[in-house]
Nanobody
Framework: QVQLVESGGGAVQAGGSLRLSCAASAGRTNTGGAMGWFRQAPGKEREFVAA???????YYRDSVEGRFTISRDNAKDTVVLQMNDLKSEDAAVYYC?????????????????????WGQGTQVTVSS
């Protein structure tokens, strides 16, 4: 069974940057599908951060637009989230996810329940 493995989390000061990476540990995730990043802060529900479909179209939650950039390498089955100008409200456990939504150009769902393949999560801590 395919597993996703995240890396790159850590602790930074507000205004700093982190780069999260996610790779499939075995096999292929879902050729033609989307990959995304979600986050979950203590006491809160998991929320959508960013996603990219197979065709390369990107989607972001409003609060990270302009600060975060998602990219992918389809041949290597990897996805990267570059996070700049981090704020205290960005602190959370970040999860990588993969899901096929019917076509290579489909718009990925922002609902975490619609995604079936997940990584184990990586902690991002932002100090002010």
């Amino acid at each position: 069974q395919v597993q996703l493995v995240e890396s790159g989390g850590g602790a930074v000061q507000a205004g700093g940057s982190l780069r999260l990476s996610c790779a499939a540990s075995a096999g292929r995730t879902n050729t033609g599908g989307a990959m995304g990043w979600f986050r979950q802060a203590p006491g809160k529900e998991r929320e959508f951060v960013a996603a990219i479909n197979w065709a390369g179209t990107t989607y972001y939650r409003d609060s990270v637009e302009g600060r975060f950039t998602i990219s992918r390498d389809n041949a290597k089955d990897t996805v990267v989230l570059q996070m700049n100008d981090l704020k205290s409200e960005d602190a959370a456990v970040y999860y990588c996810a993969a899901q096929y939504f019917g076509s290579q150009r489909a718009t990925p769902s922002r609902n975490p329940k619609a995604w079936r393949t997940w990584g184990q999560g990586t902690q991002v801590t932002v100090s002010s």
